[in-house]
């Protein structure tokens, strides 16, 4: 009997919530410096920092993004993730990002970091009838219903594909004697869309274009499972052609989410 774990043997949860995940990977990351002494010798090894480790995970959108995923938004709380007989206790989202294109699935990246440490589950005693009476979602997004909507960019023209991204920095603060953060913060929180068109009318001024854009993913049954919004600038354009092709023209649209500050 093969001691392996296949693809089909593996559920991803959020919580106690199963997602459709196309692809899982689980890294660590150990900040260890060689200390030295005055004569080049080696004493040991030492700790830099905490044991970082990264989590990245694709899959299948079937309904409207919960909170944690919101990666621009207040929420800083972690969330526990299961797969294939791990399990992590606190995981924090820290970028997100899909692409639309006419008829496609649209597959959800996800990103996110972690500290402590992962629980080794026994997998052999999961209970297959769990895979087995998993549903079937109904709803899947789609390039086929979903699409963009913009204002205050004049030109463009049919959109035949784009790309949303939206990141933040996740700066880890621990207690002097704990391994593990008594709080993951929130900075720098950005979003990106990148368009491609047949038209994005006239070129960049040196305050590049404003732009504001709405990005509506349905399923094929046309059913709205989530809306974007970037409110941002338009910062660069590019113009491709070759032979045998028609010209399209590309650009990214930029917004950066200012942290609010209550005054006391």
């Not at 459709?20 to 689980?26: D, I, K, N």
């Not at 087995?132 to 959109?159: C, H, M, R």
């Amino acid at each position: 009997m093969s001691n392996f774990l296949s693809y089909q043997n593996i559920d991803f949860r959020f919580g106690d919530q199963n997602y459709y995940a196309s692809s899982v990977s689980l890294s660590a990351q150990a900040s260890v410096d060689a200390v030295l002494l005055n004569d080049g010798s080696l004493l040991n090894y030492a700790p830099n920092g905490a044991v970082v480790g990264g989590l990245s995970v694709d899959f299948y959108l079937t309904g409207s993004l919960p909170s944690f995923l919101q990666i621009t938004g207040l929420n800083e709380s972690p969330i526990d993730v299961s797969f294939a007989g791990v399990k992590i206790n606190q995981v924090y989202s820290k970028s997100l990002s899909f692409s639309v294109e006419p008829f496609q699935p649209i597959i959800i990246s996800a990103e996110f970091d972690w500290y402590g440490n992962v629980l080794l589950e026994d997998f052999n005693e999961q209970s297959k009838s769990t895979l087995q009476n998993k549903l079937i979602p109904d709803y899947i997004a789609n390039g086929y219903k979903s699409f963009i909507t913009t204002s205050d960019i004049e030109g463009v023209g049919f959109i035949v594909s784009f790309d949303y991204n939206m990141s933040c920095d996740r700066p880890a603060y621990f207690n002097v004697d704990e391994v593990v953060p008594f709080r993951v913060a929130k900075l720098n929180k950005t979003s990106e869309l990148s368009i491609k068109s047949n038209s994005l009318g006239k070129i960049l001024s040196i305050d590049g274009k404003s732009a504001i854009t709405n990005i509506t993913l349905k399923d094929t049954y046309g059913i709205s499972l989530d809306l974007f919004k970037v409110s941002g600038v338009l910062t660069n354009q590019n113009y491709e052609i070759s032979e045998g092709q028609y010209l399209l023209a590309s650009a990214k649209i930029t917004q950066t989410i200012p942290e609010t500050k209550t005054l006391i």
